[in-house]
C-alpha cells in the first residue's frame, strides 16, 4: 500500500480553554511516572475536568479580541489583557501508511509548546514567524490523534495589538520519504543576455539513483497553456532552468505571472509537487537616481501596516487581506510594507496576483540562533513571491545607532545573502544614520523612519547608496469628523494633525520628490488599528493615525494620500454639506491637478 501525499486542513473542530488548565492533585506515584515518559506530557493536567470551561474555535483564531477593555491594561495594545490559554484538536487519520508528516504553523501569538499524542513535538518562540514539527513518529493511522498546544501571549513583542492565539494557518503535510523540500525550494525569473528563464533551485530527500526517479518542469502562462517543459532525473539537488519566450514582465500595474510547476515521479506515478508563482522583473538600486524596476526608474509610494482588522484582530483571512489591498491600490498605493515582522504566504500570494512591492520585515534584531531560524523561515517565505522587493532587519532599534549594532546587522545581511542573493537589505532606523559607525553602514540601502532633515547630510556620508523613507507622516484623522476636539479625543480630515515625532504629509511628499537618492516612502500607515492610540490615551483603544478606519472605510486623508500617489486625476472635495445656516465651513479639495475652482450654487 502507497503512503499518502496530501495536505490536511486543521480548521475546524478545535477547542479554546481561556487561561491555564487544571493541575491535578495528589497524583499517585505511577501516574507522575507516565508524566515523564513518551505520550504523558499533558496527563498532569485534568484538560477536560469542566469541558463547560471549552469551547469550539475555528482557525484562525484571536482571542484578544473577545477580551473586556480595561483602562488598567496597557494602551500600546488596546487596553486588555492578554493572558494564556490551551487549544486541543482531535482528529481521525486514514489507515494508510505514514512515512512523513510535517505539523506546519503560520504563526502562533505566544510562546507555544506543541504536543502530539501527548508528546512535545515542537517548542516556539515568536508569534510572527511560521514554524513546524516532524511528527509521522507520534501519529496514529487510522485512529484517533490529538494535538494541544498551550500558548502564553503575556510576553509583548511589539508595541501594539499582536493579538493572541492560533491567527493564522494550520495543516499537516504528509508526504512520502522521497519528496521535495518546499521551503529549501527557490524559484523565480532570471534575466540572461538573451532573454529571460524561470530558474528552479530544488531541495529533495529520499531520492534513490537506483530507482527510476524524474523531475517534470512545466511553466505555464496566465491563460495555463504550456510554454516550456522539461523532464530530468531526479537528484537531492536539481537546478532547472527554462528559456521563456516572449517574456511578458511583472510591475504593480501590470502584475503578470507564470506558474512553475516541478512534479516528482518515482517510476513513472507523481508523488509530490512544488509550484510558484514567477513574475519576471528587475530591481536595480542607483546612487543619486534611486530604485530602477525593469530598467526604469520607479517611484515607490509606500504604505505601513499592522496585521489587525475589525471584527477579527490579527486572525485575518485571506478574503479580508485581499480587501484591504485592493483598498489601498486604489489610493495609488504600489508599495506594501508588513509592520514590523513577517508576513503570511496568503498576503503574498495576494500582493504578486494584484501587484504590490512589498518590504518584509524581520520582528527580532539579533544574532542568536533561535532569531536566525526566524530570520531563515522569513526569506524562505518570501523569496518565491515577485512582490518581494526589499528585506528589512529591524524597526527602530536602540542599537542601530551603535558600533554592536552595525555587526549585528552585518551577521543578519550574510545571513539572508546565504539565502536569497538577489534583493537588497534594508533596516528601518528612527535617527543614528550619522553616527560614526551605524546599522546602515552594513545595509544596501538606507532606511530611514522620519527625520528628513537628516537626509542630506546621511547622503553625503554614503553617497553610494539609495536612500528610502521607510516609515512617515503618520497623519491623525477621525472619520466623517471636521472640528477636532481634545476632549472628545477627536481629529479633523484636514490633514494638518500629525505625530509630533514626525513631519506633515505634504512636507514628507515634497522632500521625497525633490531628493533624487530617495526611491520613495512609506506612509504612516493604512489602517486604523486596536491599540498605540497615541497621542491620547484611554477611552481612546484605537489608533488615529490610519488613512482608512479600522473597517477598511476610506477617511479624507487618504485622498490627501491618492493626490501624490496617483498617477491619474484625483479630486476629492470635503467637508459634507450638512451644516446649519450661519456656520463657517472649511472647505478643502485634495487633488493632484494644476489648479482647481470652486463653484458655490445657492438655492
Known sequence: MESANYNLELKDGWRFHLGDVERLKNIPISRAHRCCQAGGAVIELDMFKDEAAWKEVVIPHDWLTEQPLDQNADAAGGFKYRGTGWYYLTFQLPDTPIEKARLVFDGVLGNSPVYVNGVT???????????????????????ENVIALYVDARRFEGWWYEGAGLYRRVYIEFRENARFEPEKCFIRGEQAEDGWNAVAELELSGIDEKVNMTINACLQDAQKKEIACIEIPARNHTNINLKIPEADLWTPESPHL??????????GAVVDCVCASVGLRTVEWKADKGMYLNGKRYRVKGICCHQDHAGVGAAMTKEIMEYRMSKLKQLGINAYRVAHHAPTDELLDICDRLGMLVMVENRHFAVSEDVFKQLDALVCLSRNHPSVFL??????????KEERGRRMAEKMRSRILSLDHTRAITGAQNGGTLEKANASDALDVIGVNYFLADYDATHRRAPQKVMIGTENCPTYATRGVYKSDKDKQ??????????????SLEETMETVASKPYVAGCFAWCGFDHRGEPTPYGWPSVVSHWGFHDDCGFAK???????AWYRDELCVHLLPHWNWKTGEVVRVCVYTNADTAELFLICT
Open 121 to 143: 513535538a515542537g517548542r516556539n518562540f515568536s508569534g510572527y514567524n511560521r514554524f513546524s514539527c516532524n511528527i509521522e513518529d507520534y501519529l496514529l493511522p487510522g485512529k
Open 258 to 267: 507564470y506558474t512553475f510547476c516541478c512534479e516528482l515521479k518515482k517510476e
Open 391 to 400: 528585506y528589512s532587519l529591524f524597526n527602530e532599534e536602540p542599537w542601530q
Open 490 to 503: 477627536i481629529f479633523a480630515n484636514y490633514g494638518d494633525e500629525w505625530g509630533d515625532f514626525s513631519e
Open 556 to 562: 479624507d486623508t487618504a485622498y490627501l494620500l491618492a
